[in-house]
């Protein structure tokens, strides 16, 4: 029995895990290529991960001895279910297998990525692995070359290790930077980068549509992620645009009704507290009539000229309410 046979048995769910065409080498110096996953295995580098799911953590423990420090140093702490060990110096590289896979197509959710990032970090703290570790490419546990140990055999969910590792929503929540982004960090910093300039520049495209809006927000995470040291997949990227105009597209639009409302009312109360004995309610409620009908004639691109003439206020009126109306 060959090294890969044997290792299957300890690690059934590896081989169906990996992406159907992963990077692979023999020599890192020499660059990576990409080759089928059956023949992938026989390198002694691969990619663990699929650019579009992520079914490991994996931590670079670049350290002489490094089974012995975790087996014998942590308590408490969440072992990883396999190692892939350098028999020369004791180095490894630690996977800890997902039950379910974090997915960062353009239809992922952003909280799960944000949670995992937070649980990534933490396993890196706590195993004090290598903070400039990608992740892109992993020792092969089936090459030879490698010393490998079975430590779990039931993979973790994602809650589990958040539980484990006591991290809350807040801890999720922080914005990596961006010298310090790395794996699923780049999505965490995209994300948040991207949203807080959206909550202002989408009101730029008060009366645009939808996919005009989704594409000025694509346009600006692709430029964040060319500042990125190991940039993401433009599905990837997509994915985060969308999150992100889906939501700033229905609040603004909420945000800017709840204006208008304020507004109206505001207009009927004061007609009402200063002229309601002589039929002041009537005139603010015609006032607000006038408004609503300036505002509709401007966005069929008439002149304020015209507008003057036909609603009956002056120009000077007509820019207070358009400057009301783009606020």
Request: proline share 4%.
């Amino acid at each position: 029995m060959n090294k890969i046979q044997s290792q299957i048995e300890l690690f059934p769910s590896f081989i169906g895990n990996l992406p159907t065409k992963p990077y692979c080498t023999d020599d890192l110096s020499t660059g990576l290529k990409i080759r089928p996953r059956d023949t992938a295995l026989a390198f002694k580098y691969i990619q663990p991960n699929s650019p579009f799911y992520q079914y490991y953590f994996v931590l670079d423990l670049d350290y002489e001895s490094a089974l012995s420090e975790i087996l014998y140093s942590l308590d408490g702490v969440p072992m990883p279910n396999f190692v892939a060990e350098n028999p020369q110096n004791g180095r490894l590289h630690a996977f800890f297998e997902l039950k379910t896979p974090i997915y960062t197509t353009d239809a992922s959710r952003q909280k799960p990525i944000m949670l995992a990032n937070a649980v990534y970090l933490r396993l890196r703290e706590l195993f004090n692995a290598d903070v400039g570790y990608s992740g892109l490419i992993s020792k092969n546990p089936m090459h030879e070359q490698w010393r490998t140990y079975s430590i779990r055999k039931s993979p973790y969910s994602l809650n589990e290790l958040s539980s484990k590792l006591d991290i809350d929503w807040n801890e999720a929540k922080k914005v990596p930077k961006q010298d310090e982004a790395v794996g699923l960090g780049r999505n965490c910093y995209i994300f948040h980068t991207a949203r807080h300039w959206a909550y202002v520049e989408i009101r730029k495209y008060r009366g645009k549509a939808y996919n005009v809006w989704l594409q000025g927000v694509i346009d600006h995470c692709l430029k964040l992620n060319e500042g990125m040291t190991e940039s993401m997949e433009y599905n990837e990227i997509k994915g985060i645009a969308k999150s992100i105009s889906r939501y700033c597209w229905k609040k603004d639009a909420y945000c800017y009704q709840e204006f208008i409302d304020r507004q109206s009312r505001k207009g009927r109360l004061g007609g009402i507290k200063s002229n309601s004995s002589n039929g002041g309610y009537a005139r603010s409620q015609k006032y607000d009539e006038k408004r609503i009908l300036a505002l509709n004639l401007k966005k069929k691109g008439a002149s304020s000229t015209e507008i003057s003439m036909q609603v009956g206020v002056t120009t000077r009126t007509l820019r207070n309410w358009f400057k009301q109306h783009e606020s």
